[in-house]
Nanobody, 123 residues
Framework: QVQLVESGGGLVQPGGSLRLSCAAS????????MGWYRQAPGKQRELVVT???????KYADSVKGRFTISRDNTKNMVYLQMNSLKPEDTAVYYC?????????????????WGQGTLVTVSS
């Protein structure tokens, strides 16, 4: 079983920066795709960014040019650098991983979520 633990959230003023971290632990087979989602008060959870090793990175239009995802695959870590933060970025940010478990004749995909970390952008 894989666990994800986020850190780095907090209160920041508009225009400021924060860096979120997410560590995956447990019995890990293969994680190709990791990413970040967020949920603002009263709204549905939405994609921020996903990254697939050897594949593509997809950002939400609202964060393009301001947020950057990076990974350390040797440590099963993913990071989210958030710059030029706006009040509308206020949300609980969740780390996500697609854990791929091999079986004899198919690969099982298990969606794993962290517990979330709160980011508040306010003056």
């Amino acid at each position: 079983q894989v666990q994800l633990v986020e850190s780095g959230g907090g209160l920041v003023q508009p225009g400021g920066s924060l860096r979120l971290s997410c560590a995956a632990s447990g019995t890990i087979f293969t994680i190709y795709t990791m990413g970040w989602y967020r949920q603002a008060p009263g709204k549905q959870r939405e994609l921020v960014v996903t990254d697939t090793r050897g594949g593509s990175t997809k950002y939400a239009d609202s964060v393009k040019g301001r947020f950057t995802i990076s990974r350390d695959n040797t440590k099963n870590m993913v990071y989210l650098q958030m710059n030029s933060l706006k009040p509308e970025d206020t949300a609980v940010y969740y780390c996500y991983a697609d854990h791929e478990i091999p079986h004899s004749d198919f690969t099982q995909h298990v969606a794993v979520w962290g517990q979330g970390t709160l980011v508040t952008v306010s003056s």
